[in-house]
């Protein structure tokens, strides 16, 4: 796996290292070589790596506190970790900082379900929240897709959404409030329970801040309602346009789908031939369709839905009859990263965003951006908020090849933000993309978020090197 | 001496033009309680508006930002008022592609001129907070207010997607963008919501709208005490049902205890719900008052302003409580009319967001709200007061107990704003 020259393995402090283990306790502090690789990586472990000088597993925000307070005052770096499923290497070391996970803080402290309602530590994983809300007919949107493993806290750092967040919004629309243990190991309580408080909306400016800005150690959530009913449809297009004709007129139509979902030729090719999912080869795209809310709603959209798709018109259209159909309509959908791996050695999964409109032109210039670079480029959509991940192939034992697929991903992002997008709608920039921020954003633009980094880091030791380009980052350690 | 010495007045007039500085009779318009400024500015352009707040960084004035002046009541009175800063005049739509469902528009845009450009495209944008005829775009995101239309569509903070800010010092930035989902570094905007321009201005927006929906009804219910009302509001959260609107009124006039409840989609689950709230209203002691409906959603739309208050002369005040203690927070309110005082108050349910009005005499308006606030704090909740006579002002603070984080809150003002210009000494303590 190629990789970039981090920078070299820091020793830590003897005093350190024994004043750690007396905060959390011997079992709380990793340090041995083999295990500390675990945390080299999230996962997109494509070109960072780097080891931790330790790994500090806390149990309390208390013990965050503290193992925070003693890092400043020897002046270690801090990465925060949650599960370590991020996309844009967020809580990759880059090299000897001290990991704090937050794995062990897995506590579910209050679920309210009159007030809708849920406060759990950070370690709590996302999916425990809509499980242990069912009983209370609730549940919790934001769906990322590694939802059995990411955590709250994690997903609090990079914002994440998942494919209902169309619906739903993302997880800054679900935040309400949060413990935080500031750089200076300092605990503050940012947003409440109780909503519309005067004052700075300190809580929504650390939602996807990528740990930049403290270690969030509790979460307080929204709950809604379970709908009443799902439905899902899948409908085959001749073509990409005819696809994207569907997705204009649903949402022209006023329908807000929970997910639609569009997978293009080479995906649903490549799908098809890893698990048959029923495709037709001469396809070119397909889109998937889940309405949720009230039984009477969703069964006069899906009508809608259908109709639309045969206008647009498609090949086929089918609404799953029971649960195991909906599953199996998702299931070439949720595979489709799996099936890359089986027909290409290497891939290169990117995250942008245009305006909804431009898909179609977007669609497009991927294409000739892929035979430019001699890459395959098959392309997974979040179509009804523009929400792009194309998948660049690759063989990495090719010599050039991951070069190309590099370049045939900058090329991609370029183009989308010419078009009005943005550099990541759910991954976010980590390690991966701090080069291509200022795409988007002056210096001035910079310069703000620099301001409240300050504020929170004036020392700069909470997950340096991430978010900014280098140029950037003057108080960094 | 002239109200405009110690003003750079002709470089202000080289950035707007004669006819948009003024500095006579006019200024009285920008009176806030009572300070009146020594000049108000009408800058064309965002780029006008960077040169104004150069010139006010560069002379240490203090800087009112300027929207319909609705709303101006809110906060504490200016430490120093030397301009105001009028955004009136940037009120075009930068970008509007129906299609994406976002639009792009200038701050000084009012919320009905933007309902009518996107009502021609059969869209809506579900910022309602009142009024809707005079509030804009800019003054309502800055001020954080929301409408009952919450319940449904969220507040600022759900339908903002971008800002473009004049900073104090007379740079600007842009935060967010123009795409409904986006993780790319901060999410600034999110500052400058509520903010009370005190970080910087906000020149331009972008915000998510709304498909209208094709059908809408909605009830009122008439209840003869709190709880039953309170208990209908709870079990209908807890359904599937998805309501647009659904306020938890304690009315005066004789109006009582009341359920607005407004419904929104597809004609065939409109009236299903509609059967629905019916039903459960029949089953809570509740009593359909339908044909009231309209009226009761105008008088909302401006609640807890109104024209049948004369202003400054009673104290209208917004509040929060957690979602469970609403009921709890409305008894306490109406616990208040025995107090020489006259109250009404409207819950959001679905957010434990409350507003109200309260009437009477200069003391009786003081003890009385000193004595919702003391009700809404006991519940962990907080109120300010948005409107109230001088002699309640000084009475109580405005804005309540300052939160844990506002060391942080001041640090941030210091970055942004070190020179205090932008509506000094209006917000929390030392913001």
Redesign the interface.
């Known amino acids: 796996m190629p990789m970039t020259a981090d920078t070299p393995h820091n020793a830590i402090p003897i005093a350190l290292l024994g004043a750690l283990r007396e905060i959390v306790g011997p079992d709380g502090v990793v340090s041995d070589p083999d295990e500390l690789r675990v945390y080299e990586a999230d996962a997109f472990a494509f070109q960072h790596r780097g080891m931790p000088g330790l790994v500090v597993l806390p149990t309390s925000t208390p013990q965050v506190a503290e193992v925070v307070r003693l890092c400043a005052r020897h002046g270690a770096a801090i990465v925060p970790r949650g599960a370590g499923t991020g996309l844009s290497c967020g809580a990759t070391p880059r090299g000897g900082e001290v990991v704090v996970a937050l794995t062990r803080m897995t506590r579910l402290l209050s679920l309210?379900a009159?007030?809708?309602?849920a406060t759990v530590e950070a370690g709590y994983v996302n999916l425990w929240l809509t499980q242990a809300a069912r009983p209370y007919?609730l549940f919790y949107a934001p769906d990322p897709a590694s939802q059995q493993a990411c955590t709250l806290g994690g997903n609090v750092a990079?914002?994440a959404?998942g494919p209902h967040?169309l619906k739903y919004?993302?997880t800054?629309?679900h935040v309400l409030g949060l413990t935080v243990v500031?750089p200076s190991g300092e605990i503050?309580?940012?947003g409440d329970?109780?909503?519309?408080?005067?004052?700075?909306?300190?809580a929504?400016?650390f939602?996807?801040?990528e740990g930049t800005l403290g270690i969030c150690t509790e979460v307080t959530v929204r709950l809604m309602?379970?709908?009443?009913s799902v439905k899902t449809i899948l409908a085959i297009f001749r073509t990409m346009e005819d696809a994207s004709t569907a997705v204009?007129n649903i949402?022209?139509?006023?329908i807000?789908p929970v997910a639609l979902e569009m997978i293009d030729r080479p995906t649903l090719q490549a799908v098809e031939a890893s698990s048959h999912a029923g495709y037709p080869l001469d396809a070119g795209a397909v889109l998937l369709i889940e309405l949720e809310?009230?039984?009477?709603?969703i069964?006069?959209?899906a009508a809608?839905v259908e109709s639309i798709c045969r206008e647009a018109p498609c090949l086929s259209v089918q609404t799953a009859q029971s649960e195991a159909e909906r599953i199996r309509l998702w299931k070439g959908r949720k595979e489709a990263a799996g099936a890359f791996s089986r027909i290409s050695k290497h891939f290169y999964h990117e995250?942008t965003?245009?305006?909804?409109?431009k898909l179609p032109q977007v669609i497009a210039e991927i294409d000739a951006i892929a035979a430019r670079n001699s890459v395959r480029v098959a392309s997974v959509f979040?179509a009804g908020?523009?929400?792009l991940h194309p998948l660049i192939c690759y063989d990495g034992d090719v010599a050039g090849q991951m070069e190309s697929a590099l370049r045939a991903g900058s090329e991609i992002i370029h183009y989308c933000i010419a078009a009005?997008?943005?550099?990541?709608?759910?991954?976010?920039?980590g390690l991966e993309k701090r080069d291509q921020?200022r795409l988007?954003?002056?210096p001035?633009?910079?310069?703000?978020?620099q301001?409240?980094?300050?504020?929170?880091d004036p020392a700069g030791g909470m997950n340096p090197g991430k978010?900014?380009p280098d140029e950037e980052r003057g108080a960094e350690r | 001496m002239s109200p405009a010495s110690g003003l750079p007045a002709a470089e202000l007039l080289a950035v707007v033009g004669a006819p948009h500085l003024v500095t006579g009779e006019g200024r009285l318009r920008y009176r806030i309680g009572g300070a009146v400024p020594r000049g108000a500015l009408q800058p064309a352009d965002a780029g006008e508006v960077e040169r104004i707040l150069a010139l006010a960084w560069r002379d240490g004035l203090g800087v009112v930002p300027w929207g319909g002046g609705f709303h101006q009541g809110i906060g504490r009175p200016p430490a120093r008022y030397d301009l105001a800063l009028d955004l009136a005049r940037l009120d075009r739509v930068i970008d509007h592609q129906p299609g994406d469902m976002t639009v792009t528009v200038q701050a000084g845009l009012t919320l009905e001129a933007l309902a009518a450009l996107l009502g021609r495209h059969g869209q809506h944008c579900p910022l309602d907070p009142p009024p809707a005829t005079r509030a804009t775009v800019g003054g309502v995101l800055a001020t954080n207010l929301s409408g009952p239309l919450r319940c449904r569509y969220g507040t600022a903070r759900d339908l903002v997607l971008g800002l473009r800010i004049a900073h104090a010092n007379g740079t600007r930035s842009v935060g967010g963008g123009r795409v409904v989902k986006n993780a790319t570094a901060y999410d600034i905007p999110k500052l400058y919501l509520g903010a009370l321009g005190t970080l910087g201005v906000i020149v331009e927006a972008t915000v998510r709208v709304y498909p209208r929906p094709p059908a809408d009804a909605g009830e009122i219910i008439a209840f003869p005490d709190l709880s039953a009302a309170a208990a209908m509001a709870d079990r209908l959260l807890h359904s599937s049902l998805v309501p647009t609107r659904l306020e938890l009124l304690d009315g005066g006039g004789g109006r009582g205890i009341r359920l607005l409840v407004t419904l929104a989609g597809v004609p065939e689950a409109v009236a299903f719900q509609q059967n629905a709230v019916a039903e459960m209203a029949a089953v809570a002691g509740g009593k359909l008052q339908t044909e009231q409906l309209p009226a009761d959603l105008d008088l909302l739309g401006e609640f807890p302003w109104g024209a049948d208050t004369g202003r400054g002369d009673g104290v209208l005040w917004r509040g929060g409580v957690r979602v469970a203690d609403c009921a709890r927070a409305m008894a306490a309110v109406r616990g208040v009319a025995g107090m020489d005082v006259s109250s009404e108050a409207a819950a959001t349910v679905s957010a434990g967001t409350l507003r109200g009005r309260l009437s009477g005499g200069p003391e009786a308006l003081c003890q009385a709200a000193l004595k919702v606030r003391t009700s809404l704090e006991g519940l962990g909740g907080y109120l300010v007061v948005l409107e109230a006579p001088p002699a309640v002002r000084t009475a109580l603070d405005v804005w309540g107990s300052p939160p844990g984080s506002l060391h942080l809150m001041q640090q941030l003002r210091q970055a942004f704003d070190g020179r205090r210009i932008l509506n000094p000494g209006r917000f929390l303590e030392s913001l």
């Open positions: 309210d009159v007030s809708r309602t007919g990079e914002n959404g967040c919004g993302t800054t629309n500031l503050v309580r940012l329970v109780v909503q519309d408080r005067p004052g700075y909306d300190l929504g400016v939602v996807g801040s309602p379970a709908p009443e204009s949402i022209g139509r006023g807000i809310g009230l039984r009477a709603e069964e006069a959209e809608g995250d965003v245009v305006p909804r409109t979040h908020d523009g929400n009005g997008g943005a550099v990541s709608g759910e991954h976010g920039i921020l988007m954003f002056s001035a633009d910079l310069e703000a978020m301001k409240v980094r300050r504020v929170f978010i900014f």
